[in-house]
């Protein structure tokens, strides 16, 4: 088992979870997608496609690296968000899915929803 930490894609606190290490992440997505099944981080987080969390903080287990210096020429954390972890930060209590590699078939199974029936703008007949 390992730790694995996450940030959240509303606040950007760090929050994780213990797992095998062999599991693939997909994504981290701010809804759940469509056919994916997720587990609590208090259940077996293998039994599903992916996990729930709730945005709680405190990722860093036993003063992990979030006491550490940051590397010289480092920006200063922003404001928080998708691409900005926090790990100082308290969670905003926000849910947020952690989906797994899915395959059907052999195939992996793509999270985006297809093209099908898009919206025309052409107005032709």
Request: charged share 30%; proline share 8%; with cysteine.
């Amino acid at each position: 088992m390992v730790w694995v930490t996450y940030h959240c894609p509303y606040c950007g606190a760090v929050t994780g979870v213990e797992r095998d290490a062999y599991m693939n992440d997909k994504c981290v997505t701010r809804e759940p997608l469509d056919g994916w099944t997720y587990a609590d981080t208090t259940d077996d987080v293998e039994d599903g496609d992916g996990i729930r969390f709730v945005c709680l903080g405190d990722g860093a287990r036993d003063g992990d690296a979030t006491d550490a210096t940051p590397p010289a020429g480092a920006m200063p954390a922003g404001e928080g968000g998708a691409n900005d972890p926090r790990p100082d930060e308290d969670g905003c209590g926000r849910t947020f899915y952690l989906n797994y590699v899915k395959y059907a078939d052999g195939t992996e199974v793509d999270h985006r929803t297809p093209d099908i029936d898009r919206p025309r703008f052409d107005f032709s007949p």
